[in-house]
């Protein structure tokens, strides 16, 4: 199965973002990550969505204003961002931890 994120861009902050997780196969009995790369910053583990659908946030600065969320039948998985500062900027990636998606970037101005 391989994994493509999409959905990322250039938002103002306070703004907000759906980024889009798509699998090429099923994933359903998969739990799927979020993780996210700023420049120049180690990866930081942000988000998990397990097979029946329990979404957790890692991530403290995420809480409250990130969700997780998926639709099997899509065998997709969305991440959600609202309220989102220059913090945020990075490249964002969905994986199995069996394979890792093309991330999508995510820029927030100031």
């Known amino acids: 199965v391989q994994l493509q994120a999409s959905g990322g861009g250039l938002v103002q902050a306070g703004g907000s973002l759906k980024l889009s997780c798509i699998a090429s196969g099923s994933i359903s009995s998969n739990t799927v990550a979020w993780y996210r790369q700023a420049p120049e910053k180690e990866r930081e583990f942000v988000a998990t969505i397990t097979s029946s659908g329990r979404p957790t946030i890692y991530l403290d600065s995420a809480k409250g204003r990130f969700i997780v969320s998926r639709d099997n039948a899509r065998a997709t998985v969305y991440l959600e961002m609202s309220d989102l500062g220059p913090e945020d900027t990075g490249v964002y990636y969905c994986?199995?931890?069996?394979?890792w998606g093309q991330g999508t970037l995510v820029t927030v101005s100031s």
């Open positions: 994986t199995t931890w069996d394979a």
